[in-house]
Antibody, heavy 124, light 107 residues
Framework: QITLKESGPTLVNPSQTLTLTCTFS??????????VGWIRQPPGKALECLSL???????RYSPSLKSRLTITKDTSKNQVVLTMTDMAPVDTATYYC????????????????WGQGTVVTVSS | DIQMTQSPSSLSASVGDRVTITCRAT??????LNWYQQKPGKAPHLLIY???RLQSGVPSRFIGGGSGTDFSLTISSLQPEDFATYYC?????????FGQGTKVEIK
């Protein structure tokens, strides 16, 4: 059974750096076709994909946030860490980490398992 | 960025109705299109991947279609548990993007 859980601060001051950790079980980030993504959702708004990291260390970032984001993986700890610098009130959102699966027969990947999400508020 | 536009933004329907949501991409994405359902206060849930393939465990009343730039999600007979917000998402470009969501409400 695949599970993912996000952890990190619930309140961040403006201009600070946010560090979120995704701790997962039930899969390995050494397995071909597997990835982990970070997606956020401001209150009452749509989903936004922030960053992805794959088994081969291929990393992807949202173009509009690329300068502020860093994603890393620690396969020995089954963790993926996302850092986001220069936080602002508009970054207040629920942050989700998620398991990415690649269906090799159609070469499509999608998020098939989501964490429960963690609410991050940016305020002084 | 590839932009994804869903329509309508919201709709009201009754149990048993056939409902269709559309999703349009700003450039061709082949079949790299996924659909998710999200209920209030919960994480999204994958319904359809590769435009038309039903995720394991998802009821067959959910039907995905389309390719290129135009896609659809049809619920053939709306059930009480289907009232939720639906999102399309493209995985064609390295930077994934979601539609703005379609809220399906009870009439």
């Amino acid at each position: 059974q695949i599970t993912l859980k996000e952890s990190g601060p619930t309140l961040v001051n403006p201009s600070q750096t946010l560090t979120l950790t995704c701790t997962f079980s039930g899969f390995s980030l050494n397995t071909s076709g597997v990835g982990v993504g970070w997606i956020r959702q401001p209150p009452g708004k749509a989903l936004e994909c922030l960053s992805l990291i794959y088994w081969n260390d291929n990393k992807r970032y949202s173009p509009s946030l690329k300068s502020r984001l860093t994603i890393t993986k620690d396969t020995s700890k089954n963790q993926v860490v996302l850092t986001m610098t220069d936080m602002a009130p508009v970054d207040t959102a629920t942050y989700y980490c998620a398991h990415i699966r690649t269906w090799m027969n159609v070469w499509v990947d999608a998020i098939d398992i989501w964490g429960q999400g963690t609410v991050v508020t940016v305020s002084s | 960025d590839i932009q994804m536009t869903q329509s309508p933004s919201s709709l009201s329907a009754s149990v048993g109705d056939r409902v269709t949501i559309t999703c349009r991409a700003t450039q061709s994405i082949g079949n790299y299109l996924n659909w998710y359902q999200q209920k209030p206060g919960k994480a999204p849930h994958l319904l359809i991947y590769a435009a038309s393939r039903l995720q394991s465990g998802v009821p067959s009343r959910f039907i995905g279609g389309g390719s290129g730039t135009d896609f659809s999600l049809t619920i053939s007979s709306l059930q009480p548990e289907d009232f939720a917000t639906y999102y399309c998402q493209q995985s064609s470009s390295p930077s994934w993007t979601f539609g703005q969501g379609t809220k399906v409400e009870i009439k």
